[in-house]
């Protein structure tokens, strides 16, 4: 079945940066585009990146805009969130999620996340 | 980017009861090839979320059928037969027609 599991979060000052990363396994992930959606203590949810099914397009929030870059190793089956610059507002729990879609985005398989703490 | 709200914030539920949440879209969520793309997934505590309803009305796999959704445009309905304990949780609706994706602030499920 399928099977995301992201890692790399913890507590990180302002300013400084963090790469959290997602390992697929269970299907074909070079297949499928991916995203992060992340998750504000007690919030709702909110987009955060996408990234292609082969690399080609990436978009991004304007939250996070110039500051995050989204990648893919399909050769390791994984995901990658490089975040710099991280502000306080960047704190939540990151998932890391698949898009079956061709036609919309929307996610039928979430991790369980990621929590990342920009704190001084 | 399209605003998504839900109503309402908070629905408390006797076991075995029906309950009905709404969700509307600042934007009509209707393709030109005829599909509207709205859907709904369930956070139960301490998880992450799942789908339940993909293209508003269609249950995603393992989904029990006392989960229905409706809706067309702008306009769409949750509705849970009879609730059960295994239900709570927040239920969050999402656009995925316009970028970029969009969530409604959540409905939390509670059972009295």
Redesign the interface.
């Known amino acids: 079945q399928v099977q995301l599991v992201e890692s790399g979060g913890g507590v990180v000052q302002p300013g400084r940066s963090l790469r959290i990363s997602c390992a697929a396994s269970g299907y074909t992930f070079s297949s499928y585009g991916m995203?992060w959606v992340r998750q504000a203590p007690g919030k709702?949810?909110?987009?955060v990146a996408l990234i292609w099914f082969d690399g080609s397009k990436r978009?991004y929030?304007d939250s996070v805009n110039g500051r995050f870059t989204i990648s893919r190793d399909d050769s390791k089956n994984t995901l990658y969130l490089q975040m710099d610059s991280l502000r306080v507002e960047d704190t939540a729990v990151y998932?890391c999620v698949r898009d079956p879609?061709s036609?919309?985005?929307?996610?039928?398989s979430?991790?369980?996340?990621t929590l990342v703490t920009v704190s001084s | 980017d399209i605003v998504m709200t839900q109503t309402p914030l908070s629905l408390s539920v006797t076991p075995g009861q029906p309950a009905s949440m709404s969700c509307k879209s600042s934007q009509s969520l209707l393709h030109t090839d005829g599909k509207t793309y709205l859907y709904w997934y369930l956070q139960k505590p301490g998880q992450s979320p799942q789908l339940l309803i993909y293209e508003v009305s269609r249950r995603f796999s393992g989904v029990p059928d006392r989960f229905s959704g409706s809706g067309s445009g702008t306009d769409f309905t949750l509705k849970i037969s009879r609730v059960q304990a295994e239900d709570v949780g927040i239920y969050h609706c999402m656009q995925g027609i316009h970028h970029p994706a969009t969530f409604g602030q959540g409905t939390k499920l509670e059972i009295k």
């Open positions: 995203h709702g949810l909110e987009w978009y929030a998932y879609g036609v919309a985005y929307y996610y039928d979430w991790g369980q996340g």
